[in-house]
């Protein structure tokens, strides 16, 4: 099961998710200027990144949005970096955040779990419904050892207009959503005690963590906002189950690095490398 795969991973190399959210103009310009595109010199960027990682961090999330951008150039770099991820024996999440009535959702299923842009896990936003947004992708994650992770509470402030809207009883709509997930986590429970259904969990706003983390027991997380949106190993910490089912994401923090070091743009991999390690480090420090 992907879950135990992602458990395993994450107890060798600790919880860095690196985000490959590779905007063009991140590139240093010596690196850039090599490649006949922008979309060649993206992958490029992101191969020394994933050889520069890969033996510090659990798995590497796709932002597709930054490859879509580029057309179909854009889209055949996002294929490529799935791929080399695979080649890696590493773990791929396709942060594509899809969310559609079921016919439609079987086919972003098949779209993103086969076929060209093939992915490990794939975010979703189950806000059209449970069998309509999510039930579509069940099926591959039984059979195709697949994963997902559903958004339940957001890093950006933006969150609090709807997520945190509280019903009769006082309960925000995230703390709902969340319940709804680990009723279906509990029937995909790998050996590791979590499942291949995940919930996206913001690193920021976490003063309820603990709460919801309660509500959702069996849930592998995926917690973005980690670095450059200010969020704390210690704030990581409250999601952590003996050490372990969450997986932190940093995109900005891990591809930017070189520019908080001299002469950085020359030897940016070893730049995210370093700070995949102190964040790896920070992290380990506060369980
Ligand atoms: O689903 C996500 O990954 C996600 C959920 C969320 O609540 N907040 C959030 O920032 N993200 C994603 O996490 C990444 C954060 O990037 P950095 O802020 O640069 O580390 C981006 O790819 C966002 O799309």
Redesign the pocket.
């Known amino acids: 099961m992907i879950a135990d795969r992602l458990f395993k991973l994450v107890e060798e190399k600790g919880h860095v998710c690196v ?1 490959l ?1 590779t905007d063009y103009s991140y590139l240093p310009k010596n690196f850039a200027d090599k490649f006949e595109s922008k979309a060649v010199a993206i992958y490029n960027f992101n191969k020394e990144i994933i050889d520069a990682t890969y033996d510090v961090v659990s798995c590497y ?1 796709v ?1 597709i ?1 930054y490859y879509e951008a580029l057309g179909i150039e854009g889209m055949k770099a996002y294929s490529d970096t799935l791929k080399y991820i695979k080649q890696k024996g590493m773990i791929s999440i396709a ?1 594509i ?1 899809r969310g559609d009535i079921s016919k439609t959702a079987e086919m972003y299923a098949m779209g993103h779990f086969t076929g060209d842009f093939e992915a490990d896990f794939v ?1 979703l936003n189950a806000y059209m419904g449970i069998n309509d947004s999510l039930e579509p992708f069940l099926k591959y994650v039984k059979e195709n050892d697949k994963g997902i ?1 559903a ?1 339940v ?4 402030k933006g ?1 609090k207009d709807f997520q945190y809207i509280r019903d009769e009883d006082g309960v925000p709509l995230y703390e709902t959503v969340g319940e709804r997930i680990q009723l279906l986590a509990e029937e995909n429970v790998g050996k590791c005690g979590f499942s291949s259904i995940g919930a ?1 969990v ?1 690193a920021t706003n976490n003063e309820e963590g603990l709460a919801l983390r309660n509500k959702m027991k069996s849930v592998f997380l ?1 917690i ?6 200010g969020g704390k190993a210690e704030d990581i910490a409250t999601y952590l189950i003996c050490g372990n089912g969450a997986v932190v ?5 891990i591809l930017l690095a070189y520019k908080n070091e001299e002469n950085g743009e020359h030897d940016f991999a070893m730049c995210a490398r370093r700070e995949a390690i102190r964040m790896r480090d920070d992290i380990r420090a506060h369980i």
């Not at 973005?224 to 949106?229: F, I, L, N, R």
């Not at 994401?249 to 923090?253: D, F, K, Q």
Request: aromatic residues 6%; hydrophobic residues 25%.
């Open positions: 985000g959210d999330k932002q949005a942060d955040k975010t992770f958004l509470r957001t890093s950006n969150a996206v913001g995926l973005p906002g980690y670095g450059a949106q994401n940093s995109s900005r923090g």
